[in-house]
């Protein structure tokens, strides 16, 4: 199975600041990569899509880079409603995987 | 507008079983595959299941392979997730999902809660 590997676990933030995650496959997935934010209570919501393109709906402070094992999420310009917890997810092959899941918190 | 609702989600002993559902409206649900996720009290997302939208095939986690079995009925646009021989670390809130561009899941259910207990 690939192996997503998510750093930081967890990382602590200021509004306005710019965060990176990162995301490490132990295979090489191409682009069939998407990036999910979820918030306590609720369920995954899919920010990006195919590694760099973003979800409709999805605010443009959102981006993704990346392919091949290695890629990013970067959230541009923090807002209150960005602190939440982001997971990674390899579709490239069966059975999928996630990352462990990196969680945003308020400085 | 896209829904997916599950349920029949409850309280087991281990060792037992349990069916859950996956309602979906809003799109053509004989066009996209299905796929169950779960999460567990506090830890992160698992990828459980799959079932193809094209063949029919499926694809399990080692973690439920043997134990749980995926299926559709695409007249009425319901997934199904049959769980058997249920353990403690079954215990996890279940989410179906429509796969979308990239092989993501663009839409998610709410969630129903299987809890694995004596």
């Known amino acids: 199975d690939i192996q997503m590997t998510q750093s930081p676990s967890s990382v602590s933030a200021s509004v306005g600041d710019r965060v990176t995650i990162t995301c490490r496959a132990s295979?090489?997935?191409?682009?069939?990569l998407g990036w999910y934010q979820q918030r306590p209570g609720e369920a995954p919501k899919l920010l990006i899509y195919?590694?760099?393109n973003l979800q409709s709906g999805v605010p443009s402070r959102f981006s993704g880079s990346g392919s091949g094992t290695d890629f990013t999420l970067t959230i541009s310009s923090l807002q209150p409603e960005d602190f939440a917890t982001y997971y990674c997810?390899?579709?490239?092959?069966?059975?999928?995987?996630f990352g462990q899941g990196t969680k945003l918190e308020i400085k | 507008e896209v829904q997916l609702v599950e349920s029949g989600g409850g309280l087991v002993q281990p060792g037992g079983s349990l069916r859950l559902s996956c309602a979906a409206s809003?799109?053509?649900?004989?066009?996209?595959?299905m796929t169950w996720v779960r999460q567990a009290p506090g830890k992160g997302l698992e990828w459980v299941s799959v079932?193809?939208?094209?063949?029919?095939?499926?694809y399990y986690a080692d973690s439920v392979k043997g134990r749980f079995t995926i299926s559709r009925d695409n007249s009425k646009n319901t997934a199904f997730l049959q769980m058997s021989s249920l353990r403690g670390d079954d215990t996890a809130v279940y989410y179906c999902?429509?796969?979308?561009?990239?092989?993501?899941?663009?839409?998610w259910g709410q969630g129903t809660l299987v809890t694995v207990s004596s």
């Open positions: 195919a590694a760099s």
């Open positions: 999902a429509k796969t979308g561009s990239g092989g993501t899941f663009n839409y």
């Open positions: 997810h390899q579709a490239s092959v069966f059975p999928h995987t």
């Open positions: 809003g799109y053509i649900f004989s066009d996209y595959d």
């Open positions: 295979q090489d997935i191409s682009s069939w």
């Open positions: 079932i193809r939208h094209r063949d029919g095939s499926t």
